[in-house]
Structures are given as C-alpha cells and as structure tokens.
C-alpha cells in the first residue's frame, strides 16, 4: 500500500512540473523561438559575438545571420527574402527598406563607423594619404557605390577631387579587406574596424578626409518578423550596455 501511495505521489508531481513547465512557456513572451538577421557583413564579428549571448540570456532561442553588403541584403529582403531583423551599415539603405514597406516600426541607431586605408603589412608601397591611392601603377580595391563603405568612399573622392583607378569594387567591405590580406590588392578602403579585426595581416592607413564621410549604422525589427518580441530582445541588447561594448572594442563609434 505503502509503495501504491508513493508511486501515486510521484505521478502526481510529475504532472504538476510538467503543467507548471507547460504555462511557463504560454506565457513567457519573446523566450524561445527562431531568429533571422539580415546585417552589414562589417557587423560579422560583433553580432557573433552578441548572438551568443543572445542565446545564453533567452534559453532555447537561436539565431542565424546573413553577413553581406548592405544594398545586397535591402534587394534580397524587397524581393522576399525572410528575416526578422535587418542592421544597415548607413541610412541611405535603411531608408530604402522604410520606403519599400519593410519596417514594424522606426529604425534605433546603434554605431557608426569610419574608413581608413590598410595595406599589405609593412605599407611596402609607402601609402600616407588618400591622395596616394591615385599613384599610378597602384592596384586599389573599394567597396561599390551602392554599398555603404563605397557611397562613403565615394564621398571622399568628391571632397578630395582625388578620383580612384580601383582595380575592383567589391560588394562588401570583408571582400575588400580579402584582397589586401590575400595581395591581390596593393591597398583598399575600408573601416576601422576592419582594419582592427585583421590586425598585423595589414598596416592601417588613416586618412583625415575620412571624418567627413561617417556612416551611421541602424537596425530595426521587420514587419514579416514572425517573433517580433524576440527580435526586439535582440536590438535591445545590441543597444543596451554588453552590445555597445562589443561593438566598442571592436572600434565602432556612437552613432
């Protein structure tokens, strides 16, 4: 009899854990659940690192991301792509998901970001300004206008009236930083926190015309989003303090 009331016992707070574990989960927002993130491929190392903890502080969630360039990411999303966050790295393409429908609401700035020019280690080619980039006989990469790090560079060449002969425009500014630290490139423009990432695969060149073409990097939840209470956890910690500080150790600015 005893050992029936025991088993009777057990049974029963078995059933209690399991409802009490079943109304957690009805009635925990946001916990749980699937994330896609569409970001800046200058983003790559940071949001990694952020999506970890992502995960670590809201159990049983994940996250995938789409590292690319920004005006890449903007058409893939117009043209139907699923994803519940995207982060520019400027506004100009932010402003081009807000105006074709995308957003679930106003776009928060989080960083911004600077060029600088990096060259095969050593700077063999003894590159001090930008105005050098233009030395004939100099193979240059830079990212391609429509991309943010190019619409900067771009904005550089105006300001300088200094025009570059690039050997290619790439379509993200981790493809530039390729081709310097693979030699296949002489130099390139990129941002700071490229260079800082690649650390003693190049030599950092910076430049002071670069103070007038800062781009600001936004993010915002998307209107598709399927768990737009997670996606919100997941721009409040890139905004919040542990975001800010690993974006800040990775170089970046306040926006």
Not at 85 to 97: E, H, P
Not at 133 to 159: H, I, M, R, Y
Not at 247 to 252: E, S
Request: charged residues 15%; aromatic residues 6%.
């Amino acid at each position: 009899m005893k050992s029936w009331t025991k088993l009777a016992v057990a049974a029963a707070s078995v059933a209690l854990v399991a409802g009490c574990g079943s109304g957690d989960n009805s009635t925990s927002t946001g916990s749980g659940g699937h994330l896609t993130v569409f970001a800046a491929a200058s983003l790559k190392s940071t949001f990694t690192e952020i999506g970890e903890r992502f995960k670590t502080d809201n159990p049983g969630s994940s996250v995938d991301f789409s590292f690319a360039g920004s005006s890449d990411l903007v058409t893939q999303l117009t043209q139907g792509a699923a994803a519940d966050v995207f982060a520019s790295a400027d506004t100009r393409n932010m402003d081009k998901a807000a105006g074709a429908g995308l957003l679930a609401g106003d776009p928060v700035n989080f960083a911004s970001n600077t060029l600088t020019i990096v060259t095969a280690p050593g700077n063999p080619k003894g590159i001090k300004s930008f105005q050098d980039l233009a030395q004939p006989g100099l193979n240059v990469v830079v990212c391609a206008p429509p991309v943010p790090c190019g619409a900067a560079t771009q904005k550089v060449e105006e300001a300088t009236k200094v025009k570059l002969a690039a050997v290619s425009e790439e379509s993200s500014v981790t493809d530039v930083l390729n081709k310097v630290t693979t030699g296949q490139a002489d130099a390139g423009v990129v941002y700071v926190t490229d260079a800082a990432g690649a650390g003693d695969k190049v030599t950092e060149v910076p430049f002071p015309e670069s103070a007038g073409a800062v781009n600001t990097y936004p993010i915002a939840v998307l209107k598709q989003s399927k768990n737009a209470a997670l996606a919100q956890k997941f721009i409040d910690l890139v905004t919040g303090e542990f975001g800010q500080k690993v974006l800040a150790k990775a170089g970046f600015a306040k926006p």
